[in-house]
């Protein structure tokens, strides 16, 4: 089965979404102590197995020195596998998402959801930006536009339906993100035949 990899801060429903999808309940590594390497888990539903990916998240508690060994890990692991890795989901909170980048932006750093979704592409992985807790966001259309205005990918979003999957993990409202993944799949198919 083809891999699907996972990153994404902390607090935004990773967990969630990986109990939905496999069944397992997942540490979120937000604790000090708590292995962080990756870790694979069947996506029940689907021929895919997901690796929940640690040190893009919050390490707070966590050494500088051993959080960029973590980060160091990752990337190599990422590196490695990038030809046999189908996508790569990064998920964000869609109701916080924004402020985060603006945030990070003023202050002239590179956000970090930004910077996956591009460290993502540029291994030549697919990334796919699972947009959680829709169910709190009321205006759905702006917020996902402004989502691809930061990403660099030119609204509207819904011609991004490969790439943004505005999802509720909480609610099990997850099809956009399972259609964007098959999408891959599919263009993955099609590119060997070619
Ligand atoms: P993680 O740190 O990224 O693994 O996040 P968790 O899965 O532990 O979720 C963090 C919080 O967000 C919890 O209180 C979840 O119940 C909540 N949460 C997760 N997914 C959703 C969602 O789709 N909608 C809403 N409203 N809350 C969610």
Redesign the pocket.
């Known amino acids: 089965s083809a891999e699907v990899v996972l990153v994404?801060r902390?607090?935004?429903?990773?967990?969630?979404?990986m109990r939905e999808l496999t069944g397992h309940t997942v540490s979120?590594g937000?604790k000090p102590g708590v292995t962080r390497s990756p870790n694979h888990y069947d996506w029940v539903a689907e021929d895919f197995v997901l690796t929940d990916l640690p040190g893009f998240?919050f390490m707070e508690g966590v050494p500088e020195e051993r959080r960029e060994a973590i980060k160091t890990d990752v990337v190599r692991y990422v590196e490695n596998y990038a030809e046999s890795i189908l996508a790569g989901v990064v998920?964000v909170d869609g109701k916080s998402a924004i402020d985060i980048i603006d945030r990070h932006s003023e202050r002239g750093e590179i956000p970090h959801d930004v910077e996956l979704f591009h460290f993502l592409r540029d291994v030549g992985i697919p990334p796919v930006v699972a947009v959680?807790?829709m169910?709190?966001v009321d205006d759905r259309d702006d917020r996902l536009d402004a989502l691809c205005d930061r990403l660099g990918l030119v609204p509207p979003w819904q011609q991004w339906d490969e790439t943004i999957a505005p999802?509720?993990?909480?609610?099990g409202q997850i099809t956009p993100l399972t259609d964007a993944v098959r999408h891959h799949l599919h263009e993955a198919k099609r590119d060997d035949l070619l």
């Open positions: 994404g902390s607090n935004v429903g990773k967990s969630t979404l979120t937000s998240g998920v959680n807790k169910d709190k999802i509720s993990a909480k609610r």
